[in-house]
């Protein structure tokens, strides 16, 4: 999904919409000429009208793309990169906690998962956001007491520290952390989505503008050809 959306943000490509406006003018300034020759006239109103509006449109379409983009850079740095990290740190700090309740069922033999609660705390402390951070450390700090304690052979006292009801308890500390960091994934994912969809009727705005001026443009060829040709009717 993430090497998905990227890859539509990055779709936003102003080159070949400045191409084809670009195109487009030069094939209506080449016909003007052939024009010009046939009916002794510099200027074709027709033509010049259609090239100044497909000119207009395309500088319209370019200035929207190029802000697009920039949009969409500001998306991809911001809220997506936002929700992505979070949600890596929020499944590694329930991997962390797995591994903490496992230490605790093996009884005497749990420091085997301390190597793989420390690699989940490795991530969760690089992709974590600043809101959620100091939650996951307050974990951390109750994680370390309770290695503490069943290091010393006081099972019993790492799993109080653990389990408790109180506020003080390791799974406390985690829920508390788990619930912050879903509220800013889900910050983030609304404010992605609604980036994007705001995009894309601007985009709708823009198809609709270029087919309009596009017919104009045509009907006004039609006029200027029609008008030169009853001149010398």
Do not use: C
Request: no cysteine; glycine share 8%; net charge negative.
């Amino acid at each position: 999904n993430t090497a998905r959306a990227e890859d539509e943000m990055n779709g936003q490509n102003t080159l070949p919409l400045l191409l084809t406006g670009v195109a487009a003018a030069a094939v209506l300034w080449w016909v003007n000429r052939q024009v010009a020759r046939r009916f002794r006239r510099r200027f074709n109103l027709g033509l010049a009208g259609a090239a100044i509006a497909i000119v207009a449109v395309t500088l319209v379409g370019v200035v929207v793309s190029i802000g697009k983009s920039g949009s969409n850079d500001d998306l991809r740095d911001g809220s997506l990169t936002t929700a992505i990290d979070e949600s890596t740190a929020r499944t590694a700090a329930n991997d962390a906690k797995s591994n903490e309740s496992l230490r605790l069922i093996k009884r005497g033999s749990g420091a085997t998962t301390e190597p793989a609660w420390t690699d989940a705390a490795a991530t969760v402390t690089k992709n974590a956001s600043p809101q959620t951070l100091p939650l996951w450390q307050a974990y951390a700090d109750l994680h370390a007491d309770i290695v503490a304690a069943d290091d010393e052979g006081d099972w019993n006292g790492a799993v109080a520290l653990a389990t408790s009801t109180e506020d003080v308890s390791s799974s406390a500390a985690l829920t508390a952390f788990d619930q912050a960091s879903q509220a800013v994934v889900t910050g983030a994912a609304t404010d992605t989505v609604d980036s994007l969809r705001s995009g894309a009727a601007l985009a709708v705005d823009l198809v609709v503008l270029s087919l309009l001026v596009g017919l104009g443009a045509a009907g006004a060829v039609t006029w200027g050809l029609g008008l030169r040709r009853k001149e010398y009717a």
